[in-house]
């Protein structure tokens, strides 16, 4: 705790990881969630005390995580990691993702793409695209947006989960968590 990270955190902090895990490299369908509880200052994020790690991996892996547990992933800063503690996905009919990066510079490709990967995954859904973002890659700079897949049924919802939507899964993209409802963007 006490300790910052620069904003775009993400490819030292999946370099860590495999670096202490290196089956996560080689696992299609690991992601790295972004971290929970990092707080904006001064053009970094203070890692504290309720910051979260939070890995996608199968179930088949799910054991191979324990290897992490107790690690020092340096950030430059320290990340502690504390016990792990598995989770089950859940059936919800609202999904949301803070970025998918599909390669789309702009909203037109990127709901084409993604209405390709909807069709790719047997989905029946609809989708809502949110702000545009940005997945900084060394001097890369790959453009996303936030995207809300609503109407889904419970196989749906948990296949969106486990395979994620677009690149970059392993640096945060595409991956989609429980949202309350439609209701909460204006619809």
């Excluded at 390709?116 to 790959?142: F, H, K, P, Y």
Aim: with cysteine.
């Amino acid at each position: 705790t006490g300790n910052s990270v620069d904003r775009d955190y993400a490819v030292g902090l999946y370099e860590a990881l495999v670096a202490a895990a290196p089956w996560l490299e080689d696992e299609p369908l690991a992601g790295v969630h972004p971290n929970k509880g990092l707080t904006p200052s001064a053009g970094t994020l203070l890692i504290g005390g309720r910051t979260r790690l939070v890995l996608r991996v199968p179930d088949s892996r799910v054991a191979a995580c324990e290897v992490l547990q107790g690690q020092a992933l340096a950030l430059p800063a320290p990340l502690h990691v504390g016990n792990a503690s598995p989770r089950e996905l859940l059936a919800h009919p609202v999904l949301h993702a803070r970025l998918v990066v599909t390669g789309a510079d702009d909203e037109g490709e990127f709901l084409v793409d993604i209405g390709r990967a909807i069709t790719g995954l047997d989905l029946d859904c609809e989708t809502i695209v949110g702000r545009r973002g940005e997945l900084r890659i060394g001097s890369q700079v790959w453009p996303g947006f936030s995207l809300m897949l609503h109407g889904l049924s419970p196989e749906e919802s948990l296949r969106v989960q486990a395979h994620g939507i677009g690149l970059h899964r392993k640096l945060g993209c595409g991956l989609f968590v429980p949202h309350k409802s439609v209701a909460a963007v204006g619809l």
